[in-house]
C-alpha cells in the first residue's frame, strides 16, 4: 500500500479532509472516507455515470477521477443539492414527472442535469438526451427524466434557482 | 392516460377523494424523498463497525481442471485476512449449494472450472483496494479442457461431459413436452398452410444498475446471522440459507434494503453471498462484498438461451390449427434456472399466445455447456418472453407466408371475449381478455392505415421503412399453491396491516420492491379498502425479522400476490371496525353502511363514526368481548395468474447506407385491468419497454469458441441510453380480473415480453418485398447492413 496523503476538498459547502492513497477513486472517497453514500457505483468502465458529481463546476464520473486529483478542489454531490429544507427545482421535478424508480442512477442523473441546466438553461429535448447519455437507466426509459429536467428548466426560470 | 372500458368490468372499484388517494389515482411516490436527496440506503450504503471486505478469484478458462491453488503470497499482503478455496468448503460441505431447479452449483471450484468468470477463491482483507491487490496474487494452475459452448453439440458423442459430478454422463438435462402431439401432428398433415420460423432468444442479462452483494454480520454473543442482501425474496433466501448451511432459522435475519434494480437479476443466491456468510462465520467480524459490473455480467444469472423452433398450420384463409414448438434450451454450466419446481421450462407453454386454436405440441430440452449458469426470468414470468417473442415472430412470418395483412390474421384468429375463462391446448386458464379491443385502439393510436400507404409510396422510391405489430398475452402473479412453488415453498403472498390509535397504519409485506413504487401502491390499496388517506399509511418490505412470510417480487406476483393480500386484510380490519362502530353507534352491526373512510347508519347518515374514530376506540374504548387493537395478516393464494395483455406496434426507418434502423414511433396498449396507479403504471411500462429494444438492438452475452465472454462489461453489453431510446406512446383498455380482489393484474414486465417481437416484426416488414422473412436479436445495424448489401441495396 502506498502512502496516504490528506486530501482536502469543500464538498457541498463543507471543508472537509481525510487521508488517500493515491490511487484511491474520488467515488470510494466521496462515499467512504466522507460518509456521504448518496453517490453510487454501477459498473467499472465509466459507462454508467451513477458515480457522476459537480468538481470544480464540471460534472465528472467520480470513478474515473482519482482523490488525489480533487484535492483542494470544490465538489458538489447530489446530498448538495436542496437547501434550506427546500428540494432543488430538479429533484421537484424528478418527483413530480416520475423521473425515477429504484433510484439508483438518479444522484448521477441529477448531478448531469444540474450541470447541463447550468451550461444550457433552456435545452430542447434532443438536447437533454445527449445531455444525459453519459448516465445508464434501467427503470424509467429516460420519457420521464427528460419531462423532470423540462419541469426544472421551466421552474428555474421562472426565479427559481 | 384513461383506461377505456372494453369489456362489462366484474370488479368495479369507486374512485375516493384526491385527500385520500385510493385507486386509480397518480399519487406522486412516498419513497422517492429519500432517493433524491441521496439518502436511499442500498446494500453497499450499509457499513458496520469493523467490517471488512471479500473480493473473489475467477476463472480466466472455460473448461479447466484446477491442478493447484497456491495462496502463500496473497496471504502475506499486510492486510489480508483470510483466503478461502472449495477445498476448504468442501471440509463444511458447503462447496456445492443447490440451485433453486434440482441441480447443484459450485461455490468454489473444486477439481475443475466450467466456465469463465467461475468463482475459485475468495479472499478477505481489511478494504476492498487489499482484497482486489490479493486475489491478482492467489496462483492457481490449470490445464485447459475442451470447451463446449454450442448447445447443438451437446449431446455429440464427440463434445465433453461436462459435469463430472453427476451420475448420468451426459450433457443432457432435461426433456419436457406438452400438448397432444398426435392431434398437432394430424391437423398440420391436414393443413392447406405450413408455415416455420426458427428463432433465437439470445442469451443476455438483465444488469439492474446496481449489481449484487451483501455484508454477511455474524454476531458470535448472540449467535445471530444479520445478512443485508440485494433480494428480491428475502424470506425465501433466509429459509435456504438455514436448509443449505444448517443455520438455525431464528437466528437469521434477511434485510433487503433498498434495492437497485432487479429484473429477476436478485432471485437467486449466489456463490459470494455464500462465501461473504462463511467468512462473518470464521473471522467474527462483519463481510462486505460487492460484485463489479463485470463480475455482475459474466456469471450472474443470465436470462433467455432459447433456440426455438415454431411452426403454425392455418387453411387457406389464415384460420390457425395448431401449432408446434420445439425449443433447445442452453442453461450454462448448471441448471440455475429460477422458476417453478412443476415447470423445467417455466410458462414457455403459453407460446399458444392470444389465439384460438385446438391442438399445440411443445417440447424443450436442456443442456449443459461451458457458459455461466442460470435461466432467470429477466423482467418476466419465468420464460414468458421467449414465448410471446416466438408466436408474435411466428404469426407475422404465416402472414408472409399467406400475403396477408398482419394485423387481419391476428383479427381473425383472436381468442373472443366471450370465450373468457379459456382453456389453451397446451393447459393454461386464461382468466379474462379483449385482445381486439387492444389491437384496435394500437391501430388507432399509430394511423395505421395511413403508415401502409406511405410504406407503399416509400418502396417505390427503394426507401426502407416497417411497422411491426405484437398482441402479446402475459401469464403473471405466480401463483396457485397448488401448481406453484420454489424450492417446495407454495407461492402465495402476504400483508399485514397494523392500524395506529390515531388512525394511521404500517403495512408489511411479503414482496420486496426494487423500483416498482411499493410503498405507494400497497398505502393507495389500504387508502382504498379502508378511505385512510395513502399518505397515512408507511410500507415496509425487506425485514425479514418484522415483515409477513412471502415469495418476493419477480414474475409481476406483487399486485396479483400481496395487493390481493392487502386488499383482503383490509376488509378483515373493516369487519372488526364494523363491530366496533356498532357498539359505538348502539346500532346493529346489519343497519351499518360503509363508505371509504366511515361507517354510518342506514338511514342516518349524520350518525357516523370515522376509520380514525373507530381505530382509536379499539384502543381506548374496546367493547365487550372484542380483542382489544385493529390489525390482521392474509396470506393470500391466488386461485389462478392473472392474464395481461396488449399490442404494441413499432414504425421503423433504415439507413441503407449504415444499416441502422431508426424506431420512428412506438405505440403500446396495455391492459392491466383495474389500474392503482396510473402514473406508475406508465412508468413501468416505459422502463420496460426500454429494455424490449435493448434485447431486440443491443443486449447479448456471447461467447467464442474458447467459452470467452463478449459483452462482460458495460462496453461491450451495450444498453440504450436515452439517446438510442425513441418516444413511447401509452394507452390502456380495462379489462379487470374476475378473480383478483379488487381486479387488478400485474404489468411490470408485459413491455418487456410483449415489445422484442413488435421491433423484429417493424424491422422484418421494412425488408419484406425483398424476401426477407426473419432476422435473430440482436438486430445491429452491422447485420442489417449485411442484408441489404446481399441484396444490392447498400449502392
Redo the contacts between chains.
Keep these: ?1 502506498a502512502k496516504k496523503e490528506l486530501i482536502h476538498v469543500k464538498i457541498n459547502g463543507k471543508d472537509r479532509e481525510a487521508p488517500a ?1 493515491p ?2 477513486l474520488l467515488v ?1 472517497f466521496i ?2 472516507q466522507l ?11 465509466s ?2 455515470g ?1 458515480c457522476t458529481v459537480i468538481l470544480n463546476g464540471r460534472s465528472v464520473k467520480s470513478c474515473t477521477v482519482f482523490a488525489v486529483q480533487a484535492d483542494g478542489g470544490e465538489i458538489m ?3 448538495g ?2 437547501s434550506n429544507g427546500a ?1 432543488h427545482p430538479l ?1 421537484e421535478g ?3 414527472e ?1 423521473g ?8 448521477g442523473m ?1 448531478m448531469s442535469s444540474y450541470a447541463l441546466l447550468k451550461k444550457n438553461p433552456k435545452p430542447s429535448e434532443e438536447e ?3 445531455g ?15 419531462k423532470a429536467v423540462q419541469y426544472a428548466s421551466k421552474k428555474m426560470a421562472q426565479g427559481g434557482k | 392516460m384513461a383506461a377505456e372500458k372494453t369489456s362489462p368490468g366484474l370488479v368495479e372499484v369507486e374512485k375516493t377523494s384526491p385527500e385520500v388517494s385510493g385507486m386509480g389515482h397518480r399519487m ?2 412516498k ?12 446494500v ?2 450499509v ?1 458496520l463497525p469493523h467490517m471488512v471486505y471479500g473480493h473473489m478469484v475467477r476463472s480466466p478458462y472455460a473448461h479447466a481442471r484446477i491442478k493447484s491453488i497456491n495462496a502463500e503470497a496473497a496471504k502475506k499482503l ?2 489480508v485476512l483470510a483466503i478461502i478455496t472449495g477445498e476448504d468448503l468442501a471440509k463444511a460441505n458447503l462447496a456445492w449449494m443447490p440451485t433453486l431447479f434440482f441441480d447443484k452449483q459450485m461455490v468454489l471450484a473444486t477439481g475443475k472450472v466450467l466456465f469463465q468468470a467461475q468463482e475459485v477463491a475468495f479472499v478477505v482483507a481489511e478494504d ?3 482484497a482486489a491487490d490479493a486475489a491478482e496474487l492467489v496462483e492457481v494452475e490449470y490445464e485447459e479442457l475442451p470447451v463446449l459452448v454450442d448447445p447443438y453439440k451437446a449431446t455429440d458423442p464427440a463434445s465433453p461431459i461436462l459435469r463430472e459430478d453427476r451420475e448420468e454422463k451426459s450433457n443432457h438435462i432435461f426433456h419436457w413436452e406438452v400438448g397432444d402431439k398426435a392431434a398437432t401432428d394430424k391437423a398440420f398433415a391436414d393443413a392447406a398452410v405450413k408455415s416455420k420460423v426458427h428463432a433465437i432468444s439470445q442469451r443476455c442479462h ?6 449484487c452483494g451483501c455484508v454477511a454480520d455474524y454476531n458470535k454473543a448472540t449467535e445471530r446471522f444479520t445478512i443485508y442482501l440485494t433480494s428480491q425474496a428475502p424470506h425465501a433466501h433466509r429459509t435456504l440459507f438455514a436448509l443449505v448451511a444448517g443455520l438455525p432459522e431464528q437466528n437469521i435475519r434477511v434485510v433487503s434494503p ?4 432487479g ?1 429477476g437479476n436478485k432471485v437467486p443466491i449466489y456463490p459470494g453471498y455464500v462465501c461473504a456468510v462463511v467468512a462473518s462465520l470464521t473471522l467474527g467480524v462483519p463481510v462486505k462484498w460487492i460484485e ?3 463480475e455482475n455480467l459474466q456469471s450472474t444469472g443470465f436470462a433467455r438461451d432459447y433456440h426455438m423452433t415454431a411452426e403454425l398450420a392455418a387453411d387457406k384463409d389464415g384460420k390457425i390449427k395448431a401449432m408446434r414448438v420445439k425449443t433447445l434450451a442452453d442453461h450454462g454450466a448448471f441448471n440455475a434456472a429460477a422458476q417453478p419446481t412443476k415447470f423445467p421450462a417455466g410458462l414457455f407453454s403459453v407460446c399458444t399466445g392470444s389465439y384460438d386454436y385446438p391442438a399445440a405440441f411443445c417440447e424443450v430440452d436442456g443442456v449443459y455447456t461451458n457458459k455461466a449458469p442460470g435461466g432467470i426470468a429477466y423482467r418476466c414470468s419465468f420464460r414468458i418472453t421467449e414465448a410471446a417473442y416466438l408466436i408474435e415472430r411466428a404469426v407475422d412470418v404465416l402472414a408472409l407466408d399467406l400475403k396477408m395483412d398482419p394485423a387481419e390474421l391476428r383479427r381473425k384468429n383472436f381468442i373472443q371475449p366471450e370465450k373468457f375463462p379459456y382453456a389453451t391446448p397446451l393447459g393454461w386458464t386464461y382468466d379474462s381478455g379483449n385482445y381486439e379491443g387492444a389491437l384496435n385502439k394500437a391501430l388507432e393510436m399509430v394511423g395505421y392505415k395511413e403508415l401502409r400507404k406511405e410504406q407503399e409510396e416509400k418502396r417505390k422510391k427503394g426507401e426502407l421503412m416497417g411497422i411491426g405489430i405484437s398482441s402479446f398475452t402475459e401469464a403473471v402473479g405466480a401463483g396457485p399453491a397448488h401448481t406453484f412453488d420454489i424450492a417446495g415453498i407454495k407461492m402465495f403472498d402476504s400483508a399485514e396491516i397494523r392500524i395506529h390509535p390515531t388512525g394511521k397504519a404500517i403495512c408489511r409485506m411479503g414482496t420486496k420492491s ?4 411499493h410503498e405507494t401502491t400497497y398505502a393507495q390499496i389500504v387508502a382504498q379498502e379502508l378511505g385512510i388517506p395513502a399518505k397515512d399509511v408507511i410500507v415496509e418490505e425487506g425485514d425479514t425479522d418484522t415483515a409477513p412470510y412471502g415469495l418476493g417480487t419477480y414474475a409481476s406476483r406483487s399486485t396479483p400476490t400481496s395487493g390481493a393480500a392487502t386488499a383482503m386484510a383490509a376488509r378483515k380490519i373493516r369487519d372488526k371496525a364494523r363491530k366496533i362502530a356498532a357498539f359505538l353507534l348502539e346500532a346493529s352491526e346489519e343497519d351499518l353502511i360503509w363508505e371509504p373512510g366511515k361507517f354510518f347508519v342506514r338511514g342516518a347518515p349524520g350518525k357516523a363514526k370515522t376509520i380514525q374514530e373507530i381505530a382509536f376506540a379499539a384502543y381506548t374504548n374496546i367493547p365487550p368481548g372484542l380483542e382489544a387493537g385493529l390489525e390482521a395478516i392474509n396470506y393470500y393464494d391466488p386461485p389462478n395468474l392473472t392474464f395481461p395483455f396488449g399490442t404494441y406496434i413499432s414504425v421503423v426507418d433504415i439507413d441503407k447506407g449504415t444499416g441502422e434502423v431508426k424506431v420512428r414511433k412506438f405505440v403500446a396498449v396495455d391492459d392491466c385491468g383495474n389500474v392503482i396507479n396510473p ?2 403504471v ?3 411500462i ?6 424490449g429494444l435493448a434485447i431486440a438492438f443491443m443486449q447479448e452475452i456471447g461467447y467464442d469458441e474458447n467459452g470467452n465472454v463478449s459483452g462482460g ?3 461491450d453489453y451495450l ?1 440504450p ?3 438510442e ?1 425513441p ?2 406512446d401509452t394507452g390502456l383498455t380495462c379489462t379487470p380480473s374476475p378473480h383478483h380482489p379488487f381486479g387488478a393484474k400485474g404489468v411490470g414486465e408485459s413491455p418487456n415480453v410483449g415489445s422484442p417481437a413488435a421491433f423484429v416484426n417493424s424491422v422484418v416488414d421494412a425488408l419484406s418485398h425483398l424476401g426477407v422473412k426473419h432476422i435473430d436479436m440482436p438486430i445491429t445495424p452491422w447485420k442489417v447492413w449485411n442484408i441489404l448489401k446481399e441484396k444490392g441495396l447498400t449502392g
Design positions: 500500500m492513497e490511487r484511491l470510494h462515499r467512504e460518509g456521504l453514500t448518496g453517490t453510487h457505483v454501477g459498473c467499472d468502465t459507462n454508467c451513477a454531490t447530489v446530498e443539492l436542496p428540494l429533484q424528478f418527483k413530480e416520475h425515477l424508480q429504484c433510484g439508483f442512477c438518479t444522484p441529477l437533454i438526451r445527449w444525459i447519455s453519459g448516465n445508464l437507466c434501467r427503470c424509467t426509459g429516460y420519457q420521464n427524466i427528460v | 406522486k411516490r419513497e422517492d424523498s429519500r432517493f433524491l436527496q441521496g439518502r436511499g440506503n442500498y453497499d450504503d457499513n499486510p492486510g476492498r483496494y487489499i438483465p444488469a439492474p444498475l446496481e449489481t433498498d434495492i437497485g434494480g429484473f463489479t459490473r463485470s426494487q423500483g416498482q413504487g402514473m406508475i406508465e412508468g413501468q416505459h422502463g420496460g419497454l426500454t429494455e462489461t458495460f462496453m444498453v441510453t436515452a439517446v431510446t418516444h413511447w
